[in-house]
């Protein structure tokens, strides 16, 4: 699987930013989707996942309310849409997918500059 984020940008506070993810080499619908970021000195984290424990979505607690995930199967790509950024949103973000039912990642793709300034 290939994974090609786009999107990312310079944005002031309380502006909005859509990343982009489109795969290829397997059925986009059987992978489930995720979007991290990892940010200066910081760890990386799980910002959003399509398909989490029990189905759910997932979101992060800092970014609840303000980014939403979602996917156009026919266009094998999925989103992130993120609104009300902050300058603590600013990272490097990496959209991953995986194709079994468990909550790891396998394929990942290279990541997209979002800077957030104040």
């Known amino acids: 699987v290939q994974l090609q984020a786009s999107g990312g940008g310079l944005v002031q506070a309380g502006g909005s930013l859509r990343l982009s993810c489109k795969a290829s080499?397997?059925?986009?619908?059987?992978?489930?989707m995720g979007w991290f970021r990892q940010a200066p000195g910081k760890e990386r984290e799980l910002v959003a996942a399509?398909?989490?424990?029990?189905?759910?979505?997932y979101y992060a607690d800092s970014v609840k309310g303000r980014f939403t995930i979602s996917r156009d199967n026919a266009k094998n790509t999925a989103y992130l849409q993120m609104n009300g950024l902050k300058p603590e949103d600013t990272a490097i973000y990496y959209c991953?997918?995986?194709?079994?039912?468990?909550?790891?990642?396998?394929?990942w793709g290279r990541g997209t500059q979002v800077t957030v300034s104040s």
């Open positions: 991953a997918a995986d194709d079994t039912d468990g909550l790891a990642f396998e394929y």
């Open positions: 080499g397997r059925s986009f619908s059987s992978l489930r």
């Open positions: 399509d398909v989490w424990i029990g189905g759910s979505t």
